[in-house]
């Protein structure tokens, strides 16, 4: 289905699962097998971060795997039908579903770090309970270094504040932000806010948040 609706943000973690069970439960058996994992804000959303997130984002191993996501959402619009960006190194396609945009691609790029955007998701995520799917997500850490380079404070104050509040991987986050290349002030001024962290409660990747 080829049409084009007006796009609007997620408002909430309930809003993420709605669009997410839709995804998951169209592609169906189809999704057994199939190495994904949930990146960018909806991953941060997902684990309880309140934070700005404006659509769902979903890594492929496989470009064959994009071309059955992507079948699966045949009947929601499409807005970029699976197709190779060379400029991006990505196989990538773009639906709406419930009008929230849902990203689904690959990224190859050769080399990278065990932290990059394209190698960490599949090192460094937590398993998220979503009704009767396991959502496999980037974990905080990873998504907090992204905000940072990109200098996003609307999105890496929340992750920072939440992170606090519930528990950090210091030793992951340094790594991280050494490897993308982070000012040392920075890195500095970044683990001093998390090394006087609160008692962790609830590991925040058992469950999307209400």
Request: glycine share 8%; hydrophobic share 40%.
């Amino acid at each position: 289905m080829e049409q084009n609706t007006r796009a609007r943000p997620l408002r909430s973690p309930a809003d993420l699962r709605s669009v997410l069970t839709q995804v998951l439960d169209l592609v169906g058996p189809e999704a057994s097998g199939v190495e994904y994992r949930l990146v960018g804000t909806g991953a941060a959303l997902a684990q309880g971060v309140q934070l700005p997130a404006g659509d769902v984002d979903i890594l492929m191993a496989r470009r064959g795997d994009v071309d059955r996501f992507a079948a699966a959402l045949s009947g929601s619009p499409c807005l970029v039908p699976p197709a190779w960006l060379p400029d991006a190194r990505q196989y990538f396609a773009r639906f709406q579903v419930e009008q929230i945009v849902v990203e689904i691609s690959t990224v190859e790029r050769p080399g990278g770090t065990e932290t990059s955007e394209w190698i960490g998701p599949w090192r460094h995520y937590v398993q998220i309970k979503l009704d009767t799917h396991l959502v496999p997500a980037v974990c905080l850490e990873l998504q907090l270094v992204t905000e940072l380079v990109r200098d996003r404070p609307d999105r890496y104050t929340p992750l920072i504040e939440h992170m606090r509040q519930h528990s950090a991987d210091l030793p992951l986050l340094l790594k991280a932000m050494r490897e993308h290349g982070l000012h040392p002030v920075l890195q500095e001024r970044v683990l001093g806010q998390l090394r006087h962290q609160q008692p962790a409660g609830q590991p925040p990747g058992d469950n999307i948040v209400s």
